[in-house]
């Protein structure tokens, strides 16, 4: 018997069908337009080899290989989304280049906190990682404030976060196209919500002329 979903459920549905349908022309959007703040973002994880990096949503394992300048191939990266498709994408990238350390999971952002990270790991990785990467996902994701909690809660203490995503205040014409495109809110405020959870604290936001941040903290 089909269930009646309520508004967040089918925006969801929408949104990952969306991306499925996406997924296999999203890199040739992604590589280009966000690559400057990707290469930062993943420098301000700070990981060194043997650490275990969790990254929500990972879509199509864009960072991949940025994560691996750093792991080589060691440790553990946790790659978390809900589009089998953009999934799909991501393993191509973990079976070409032979990745050993590469963990790609369907599941919902909602989900992943502390009880999910324990039985996940069920003693054969960290319960707590080293470092969380949230890159182009709370933009779309109504419970962003419980993800952002619930992010720093797998971090061990002195762990890194790092979010990198949109903000503009007054959306206008160029929000209004990030909006249509990204399926997601310009000006929800991720960074500032961030700033009273983390030590460290850090915003670049003149990524892409503007709109584009980059924000960081560590676990106290
Ligand atoms: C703009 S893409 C960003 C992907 C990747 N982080 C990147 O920067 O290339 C947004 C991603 O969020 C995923 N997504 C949307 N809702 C989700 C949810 N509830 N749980 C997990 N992933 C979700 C989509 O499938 C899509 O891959």
Redesign the pocket.
Known sequence: MATKMDGTEEA?KK??TY?DKLSVI?DFI?NWY?KKA?KYAISELKINRENTVL??????G??LKYFQKFLQNSGNIIG????SG?LAQARKKVEANNYKNVHLII????KIDQDWMKDFSNGNFPEKVDAVFC???LS??PEWENIIDNMISILRPGGRIVI?DWFIEDPGLKGAFVKWI?KGEVNRPIYQYLKTKVSDFKVVDSFNFGGVFVASGTKP
């Open positions: 969801q949104a990952i991306y999203y992604s966000y990707r990254n929500l949503p990972c879509g199509t864009e960072n978390i989304d809900l589009s953009m599941e919902n952002a909602t890159d182009l996902g779309g994701l990198l990204g």
